[in-house]
């Protein structure tokens, strides 16, 4: 669209799009920017065109094969350096760091990944940092309409001498950025709340079971003895003349 790479900084640090973790060198989260509004092509009261989100591609072999909300770290894992992507190759062998985030999720969840929730969703972004986008936690970042974004283009949008002031004002070192390096918190947000079921004690369960059982058996026999007590007394009664 002719509204691409015209952004300004304001507008790039307010949709979440600006990762500034590194103050001297500031940098454009990719995935982040392809799929925000500046990128739509058009829009209406009710539809907006814009580019499909390639995570939702990476997510749903996932879905289908756990067939369930959540799944375990090795059945991810397993998954995961087998599912290639357009930037990352298959199969492959996850960082130590990426193995390591993922079972805090689980720890976090009691053993167990939930699968639409928002730290899976920032563990895919350090998978496949170029297709799935950062999730920002709810409220920290302003999200508008591609609407709200043309009514208002003289705040969003730089000229070609403030485009050539922020060129200029780069620097010309240019670290490289691993996986590790990734911004990570550790706030949770899912979209289904699942409570979380700790595991019962079975032995307890069957200790409890049997008791109650032996308590009716002994009810049982205590009330047939009573009764046959009361039947020999009356037979003997009968008895007498």
């Known amino acids: 669209g002719s509204f691409q790479y015209t952004e300004s900084k304001e507008y790039l640090r307010e949709h979440g799009i600006l990762d500034e973790s590194n103050p001297v060198q500031p940098s454009v989260i990719i995935s982040n920017y392809v799929n925000g509004p500046s990128n739509c092509l058009a829009s209406s009261k009710f539809y907006s065109v814009c580019c499909i989100s390639e995570c939702e591609a990476l997510l749903k072999p996932l879905e289908q094969h756990i067939a369930a909300p959540d799944a375990a770290p090795a059945e991810i894992i397993e998954?995961?350096?087998?599912?290639?992507?357009?930037?990352?190759d298959a199969p492959r062998k996850l960082s130590g760091t990426l193995v390591r985030r993922l079972d805090e999720i689980a720890e976090h969840h009691g053993g167990?990944?939930?699968?639409?929730?928002?730290?899976?969703?920032?563990?895919?972004?350090?998978?496949?940092?170029r297709e799935c986008p950062f999730p920002h936690a709810s409220g920290t970042v302003q999200v508008s309409s591609r609407r709200e974004f043309s009514s208002d283009q003289s705040s969003h949008v730089l000229g070609v001498e403030s485009l050539q002031a922020e060129v200029d004002g780069l620097s010309e070192e240019v670290t490289p950025v691993e996986s590790c390096d990734l911004p990570w918190t550790s706030e949770e947000e899912l979209f289904v709340h699942v409570p979380i079921v700790k595991p019962r004690q079975g032995w307890l369960r069957r200790f409890v079971g049997v008791a109650v059982i032996a308590s009716m058996l002994v009810a049982t026999m205590r009330a047939a003895a009573v009764g046959s007590d009361i039947v020999g007394a009356r037979k003997s009664d009968k008895c007498l003349v």
């Open 79 to 88: 998954l995961v350096q087998r599912l290639p992507s357009a930037s990352v």
């Open 112 to 129: 167990r990944v939930p699968l639409h929730g928002r730290l899976f969703a920032q563990w895919m972004h350090h998978a496949y940092p």
